[in-house]
């Protein structure tokens, strides 16, 4: 059988310095697992204007096309901040990317790890446990919608505007793999949007409940104001299992989950597109948290995130579930030894840095 | 003088039992402060759309139209969901009166009180003695915008729009009054919007900054994605003095704001028109709580959040600080001494019922 094919984009700020402990870790499979991964590497965001002028090139995105699945880092960072050409922006690489891919499921687990329960804001016996699989829409909404931009309108005056959409089958296909993943756990599912406000809301309520009487009455399906979501999260964390939101409430609703569980550095996400013949998707992983400029290049940022976004990998494109359980696990015990990088440091643990770290979890391997 | 001319819109659920505490506190004012109020009555919301047809009746309207300021209860509930006609929702009629009246600028403070701060779920040293001030767009964005509506496509697919859309001057009037604000509190101001994403956030950041440098550079203005705001809010809440930010984030990042102090029953709001010749304006005041029609007709809500927005009601609309802030002294004391509806009941307190609150804070009065 060929190679499986990964690209890897590092992209800016702690990106390359995460990445590159799954690099040890593919070595690691390589050597001892007798799995080979055909690694490319390329250029995105910030790194990819910098050398090409461009956030993703046309030919780092013709290999993330042809690849088995695309590892990405972080983009972003104030160097490339307030461009004057919108397109120019490091974050127009990765939503190219996730576009042009077709990777319209975001799956972002919230996790609470039991050693790191004390990091959080909120209090231990809210978190403790916390296991809820965000699923937000990647592909369309107002984060696509077109007409789109700023016009001058006269008098001085400007005007933005961007819009938000969704077809039928756009809402179909993401709630489909929701269902499907809440089936897989604890089989209930809650969609949030807003429907008492939006037409677009009201319309991904009724496919959302469509479908679910087609295919997943075995399914618990509730539905919830977005706003009102963001208040049940915090209130009561526990009451959900998966939840499956549009793009834009997504980003802001899989931001405060992630938070929440206090250990973003923790935190992995998988992008996965429509399945092709053979049952296999495109897909990109990468970590929940940014490119944190502030800490970059100094080893001190958290791989973790990173190396469970590689398990989540292993087991979404490559089947390898086994190998994912062996990352997590490896993980969870180096945590349990007391390892923390910065950003999860406490009282009492030994703080490490990046390459620490990788070394624990390798040796733990 | 002419008397002051309040509308009372009572609403639907819990609204019509917290709104009967303001009329006792009108009472008092008038029996022991000399304060003497015009208070009207109408019917918005589920409560109209039974009445009339529609949730907000032409009469009503003019009637808001015509009174210094509007003290709405809650509208919506289980009853009036999933109409068909989408105009028929009781949110139509609260979202026709801010349009209406021109009501741009939600004010929604969160505030912990030093009695209440074991209620939330977050530790109470991220939250103790936390006061911070929401400026919510109202009357613009994804609300108001279009094109907007569900159409067919064919294929038995469909397609749900809704349009972003902000001026120049819509965002320098809300900004404009988020900056006032805040020269009266901490002067610091926080604008939130997904620049990275949207062109119509990038505007809003364009926009925001230009008014700073031209009229407020002694505030200190800062920009934050509004996903990123959400995490920070969890983080570390007290980083922010006033935040102010679209009506679609706004919406949610408000709420969890409002959560996150744990006392969602004592949250006010004041959404604000632009100043007349006389420097008077339109004005409506709410409690942030919505119609929880699961207790609604028990006495068992809590009136606190309604007598607050009565308070931000003569401190904004009537000039009256004094007034207002012996209504805010008598709930402070009266949550001192131990009182709580089962919203915020605690151990060791006394749980008492809507009605016995509202005796407790006039007795205290
Ligand atoms: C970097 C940015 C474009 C992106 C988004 O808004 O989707 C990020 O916030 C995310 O959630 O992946
Ligand atoms: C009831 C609903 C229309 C409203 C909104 O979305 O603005 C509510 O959530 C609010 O925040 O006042």
Same mark, same amino acid.
């Given at each position: 059988?060929?190679?499986?094919?990964?690209?890897?984009?590092?992209?800016?700020?702690?990106?390359?310095?995460?990445?590159?402990?799954?690099?040890?870790?593919?070595?690691?499979?390589?050597?001892?697992?007798?799995?080979?991964?055909?690694? $490319? &590497?390329?250029?995105?965001?910030?790194?990819?204007?910098?050398?090409?002028?461009?956030?993703?090139?046309?030919?780092?995105?013709?290999?993330?096309?042809?690849? #088995?699945?695309?590892?990405?880092?972080?983009?972003?960072?104030?160097?490339? %901040?307030?461009?004057? #050409?919108?397109?120019?922006?490091?974050?127009?690489?990765?939503? @190219?990317?996730?576009? &042009?891919?077709?990777?319209?499921?975001?799956?972002?687990?919230?996790?609470?790890?039991?050693?790191?329960?004390?990091?959080?804001?909120?209090?231990?016996?809210?978190?403790?446990?916390?296991?809820?699989?965000?699923?937000?829409?990647?592909?369309?909404?107002?984060?696509?919608?077109?007409?789109?931009?700023?016009?001058?309108?006269?008098?001085?005056?400007?005007?933005?505007?961007?819009?938000?959409?969704?077809? !039928? $089958?756009?809402?179909?296909?993401?709630?489909?793999?929701?269902?499907?993943?809440?089936?897989?756990?604890?089989?209930?599912?809650? $969609?949030? &949007?807003?429907?008492?406000?939006?037409?677009?809301?009201?319309?991904?309520?009724?496919?959302? !409940?469509?479908?679910?009487?087609?295919?997943?009455?075995?399914?618990?399906?509730?539905?919830?104001?977005?706003?009102?979501?963001?208040?049940?999260?915090?209130?009561?964390?526990?009451?959900?299992?998966?939840?499956?939101?549009?793009?834009?409430?997504?980003?802001?609703? $899989?931001?405060?989950?992630?938070?929440? !569980?206090?250990?973003?550095?923790?935190?992995?996400?998988?992008?996965?597109?429509?399945?092709?013949?053979?049952?296999?998707?495109?897909?990109?992983? &990468?970590?929940?948290?940014?490119?944190?400029?502030?800490?970059?290049?100094?080893?001190?940022?958290?791989?973790?995130? @990173?190396?469970?976004?590689?398990?989540?990998?292993?087991?979404?494109?490559?089947?390898? %579930?086994? %190998?994912?359980?062996?990352?997590?696990?490896?993980?969870?015990?180096?945590?349990?030894?007391?390892?923390?990088?910065? %950003?999860?440091?406490?009282?009492?643990?030994?703080?490490?840095?990046? !390459?620490?770290?990788?070394?624990?979890?390798?040796?733990?391997?």
């Amino acid at each position: 059988a060929a190679n499986k094919k990964l690209l890897f984009l590092p992209g800016d700020g702690i990106g390359p310095e995460v990445m590159r402990q799954v690099r040890r870790v593919i070595d690691w499979m390589d050597r001892k697992r007798k799995i080979t991964f055909d690694v $490319s &590497e390329g250029l995105v965001g910030g790194a990819a204007i910098d050398a090409h002028g461009v956030p993703l090139s046309d030919a780092t995105l013709a290999e993330a096309l042809a690849v #088995d699945a695309v590892m990405l880092g972080a983009v972003g960072g104030p160097k490339w %901040d307030n461009p004057t #050409d919108y397109t120019k922006r490091p974050e127009a690489g990765l939503l @190219t990317l996730r576009k &042009e891919l077709g990777l319209f499921a975001n799956l972002r687990p919230a996790v609470v790890f039991d050693a790191l329960v004390d990091a959080s804001t909120l209090k231990a016996d809210v978190i403790r446990g916390l296991d809820i699989l965000i699923v937000r829409e990647l592909t369309g909404g107002v984060y696509f919608g077109e007409p789109r931009g700023i016009t001058d309108i006269g008098n001085g005056e400007r005007r933005g505007v961007n819009t938000q959409v969704y077809t !039928t $089958s756009e809402i179909r296909r993401v709630a489909r793999v929701a269902f499907e993943l809440a089936r897989k756990r604890g089989n209930k599912l809650c $969609s949030m &949007e807003k429907a008492n406000v939006m037409e677009s809301g009201l319309l991904w309520r009724q496919e959302v !409940t469509k479908l679910h009487g087609e295919e997943f009455q075995d399914v618990e399906l509730s539905h919830m104001y977005a706003d009102n979501g963001a208040m049940q999260l915090l209130k009561n964390p526990k009451q959900f299992d998966v939840i499956v939101t549009d793009n834009l409430f997504g980003d802001i609703l $899989s931001d405060e989950a992630a938070m929440m !569980t206090g250990s973003l550095g923790m935190l992995p996400s998988a992008s996965l597109g429509a399945p092709d013949a053979n049952g296999h998707r495109k897909a990109l992983y &990468e970590p929940v948290h940014g490119s944190a400029p502030d800490i970059a290049g100094r080893d001190l940022a958290n791989p973790c995130a @990173t190396l469970l976004s590689f398990a989540m990998c292993l087991r979404y494109s490559f089947n390898l %579930d086994e %190998d994912a359980k062996l990352i997590e696990r490896a993980i969870q015990n180096v945590l349990g030894g007391g390892m923390r990088t910065s %950003d999860i440091m406490a009282p009492g643990m030994a703080r490490c840095s990046t !390459t620490v770290m990788g070394d624990s979890i390798l040796r733990e391997l």
